[in-house]
């Protein structure tokens, strides 16, 4: 039931309007008591009353379909609602705001905040460590990452560099028995001997060295490293100096990363979001000191219909809202409508100005370029892994329904046209799942029953037949119910083949096979049924693509068929120039009379024709 015909509309407004006019964050709840939606706004009464006028967005006419509560807290500025707002979405994880998919799943290097803090893996930062102590500090975390593998190779390296406790006792300062083997193979300071041993301050410095790797400073971090290197040398204490000599060579064996933006040596994040259909994500490059020190893909559950200006400023409230440090520069590749504001709030999470630029040209440009550019590579590649896995599920359940075994190969069938003209067939091929398009052909019907769907079926699937060449297929799919079952049956029964068939009836999805009077119903997360849909769906698609095509020349041709003086050939040469009608348009009389065959007073006349 729509909000405009409920009885809540009323209600609803009524509380709205005692709303105060203030910034602050608004959330609308379903009847179950779930947060839906996580809004802010500098002015709370207006902002939330214009989401109950009539003729709302698709998107949001179906979230206040489902509010049946709207609730409010208020804050001191606009910059607060959109800190409060991103918290709230993290923890709730709202239906109708971006999020990262499997969110909980991304790791995190997490700095703890006890007296003697240690490195480690956590899949989600906390809102705070157990069991606070003595000294104890607010968690850093770094992240989030894409993947695990890397993360553990990074926390590998720095438990070589970094000499951090990697043992979970609870030290206060306090000797607490004896040092593990790390301390022995030099691989941790061994805190708990002790503040006499190892100082709160000693140790805090190799948390700061080790900060600065995590945030990419790393000459900064040699810098740092040379300094106390040279320091411990001039005091004669050479063991120590030695200590900070390994350390840098360590540092310096690692593999420099190519450098990407000469110019600056900046911190820069980059951002670039590329939506396709009902697939988004964000690619991220995090250049430190002018070098790429890294890339992730970030895939979002998106709401239909959501604007990508607002895609983009709910992703960099959601990435940022985990603890991670902003740098100075942040570069995307749309604004958002919270440019200023988003600023403003990352330049209170670094401590100083952070700049969000979205450039029109030079380096900076080309490096949204590229992160765009590998966006694209990264969510095609994401939907074809996925498409995979879900086409080898839905090829095993196809086995198990159809009984023929292998399945290698698939052939969908449809049928195109406008009230009888211009008829076309399609025929698209699925192998091992997967769509093969070097084996995708497509027919003109040359049988007088152009109208006739059946008849047309039956010409393509008899003429297909007949190039013996083409191996067979495993299985048949045909667009519609048991008519057109029956009807590619009777060509596979008249060609003497024996090939498994079914069809599959858009209305209700009802799978139709030979040996079954009643149709099949599968729910519609079964993996056979999203197979034959993606199937049917292609085949559609290049029957309807072939048929358009088909329209659009004649319509072209039947407009230059008028036109004295313009036969069959010049008509093909003056497609072929221009590339088609809508460029043929736009063209002057003296760019016509480029085509070999046109004359002044010709292409005139084609002029002419054209735009009277």
């Known amino acids: ?171 206060d300062g306090t000797p607490q028995g004896k040092p593990c083997l790390n301390y022995q193979m030099n691989r941790c300071l061994a805190p708990c001997r002790g503040k006499e041993a190892v100082s709160p301050e000693e140790y805090g410095r190799l948390v700061e060295q080790a900060t600065l790797f995590l ?12 300094n106390r290197m040279r320091e411990a040398a001039e005091n004669l204490d050479y063991e120590k100096a030695a200590v900070y000599r390994d350390r840098l060579y360590s540092l310096q064996s690692l593999n420099e990363p190519q450098k990407v933006h000469p110019p600056a040596a900046e911190d820069v994040d980059v951002f670039a979001l590329v939506c396709e259909e009902a697939d988004s994500g964000v690619q991220m490059l995090r250049i430190r000191e002018g070098r790429l020190r890294g890339q992730d893909f970030f895939a979002l559950r998106v709401s239909s219909g959501t604007p990508e200006n607002e895609i983009m400023a709910g992703f960099i409230k959601n990435y940022y809202s985990r603890g991670v440090y902003p740098p100075s520069l942040v570069l995307l590749n749309m604004s958002t409508d919270e440019d200023g504001l988003l600023s403003e709030w990352l330049g209170g999470i670094r401590g100083q100005k952070v700049e969000m630029l979205v450039p029109r040209r030079g380096e900076r440009k080309k490096l949204v370029d590229l992160c765009l550019r590998n966006g694209r590579l990264q969510l095609q590649e994401r939907k074809n892994r996925d498409n995979y896995a879900a086409g080898a599920a839905g090829l095993e359940e196809l086995q198990k329904l159809t009984g023929a075994t292998p399945l290698e190969r698939i052939e969908g069938y449809d049928i195109s046209h406008l009230g009888g003209r211009e008829t076309v067939g399609s025929m698209v091929v699925f192998q091992q799942g997967e769509p093969f398009k070097d084996g995708y052909r497509r027919f003109r019907i040359r049988g007088s029953g152009g109208g006739d769907d059946l008849a047309s079926l039956r010409e393509v699937l008899a003429r297909r037949l007949d190039h013996r060449e083409l191996p067979l297929p495993d299985l048949v799919l045909v667009d519609g119910g048991p008519t057109q079952l029956e009807a590619a049956a009777g060509v596979i029964k008249q060609k003497e083949l024996e090939i498994p068939l079914l069809s599959l ?22 993996a056979a049924l999203q197979l034959l849909q993606r199937i049917r769906d292609e085949a559609h698609r290049f029957a309807a693509s072939y048929h358009r095509k088909l329209r659009e020349r004649s319509a072209s041709s039947s407009v230059l068929e008028k036109i004295p003086g313009i036969g069959k050939q010049r008509r093909s040469r003056l497609l072929q120039s221009f590339g088609g009608m809508e460029n043929l348009m736009e063209a002057l009389p003296e760019e016509i009379e480029k085509v070999p065959g046109f004359s002044r007073e010709l292409a005139e006349r084609v002029y002419r024709h054209l735009h009277r």
């Open 1 to 171: 039931m729509s909000l405009e015909n409920s009885d809540k509309k009323p209600r609803l407004q009524a509380k709205v309007s005692e709303f105060p006019a203030a910034p602050g964050v608004y959330l609308f709840k379903d009847r179950a008591g779930r947060v839906l939606y996580v809004g802010k706004a500098v002015n709370l009464r207006p902002r939330v009353a214009s989401y109950f006028q009539s003729g709302l967005p698709p998107r949001l006419g179906a979230l206040m379909s489902r509010v049946e509560e709207c609730e409010y807290m208020v804050t001191d500025s606009e910059v607060e609602a959109l800190v409060l707002e991103a918290q709230l979405i993290k923890d709730y994880q709202p239906r109708y705001n971006v999020n990262l998919k499997d969110d909980k799943d991304y790791p995190y290097i997490k700095i703890t905040g006890e007296m003697y803090p240690r490195l480690e893996l956590v899949r989600l930062p906390e809102k705070k460590d157990k069991g606070e102590g003595p000294g104890y500090k607010e968690p850093q975390y770094f992240g989030p990452f894409t993947r695990v593998r890397p993360v553990r190779h990074t926390l590998r390296f720095m438990g070589r560099i970094f000499p951090l406790r990697k043992c979970r006792r609870f030290l």
């Open 215 to 226: 945030q990419g400073k790393q000459q900064e971090l040699v810098v740092d490293l040379e």
């Open 505 to 526: 009836a858009k209305q209700k999805e009802e799978i139709y096979l030979p040996s079954q009077k009643a149709p099949l119903l599968l729910p519609n997360n079964h």
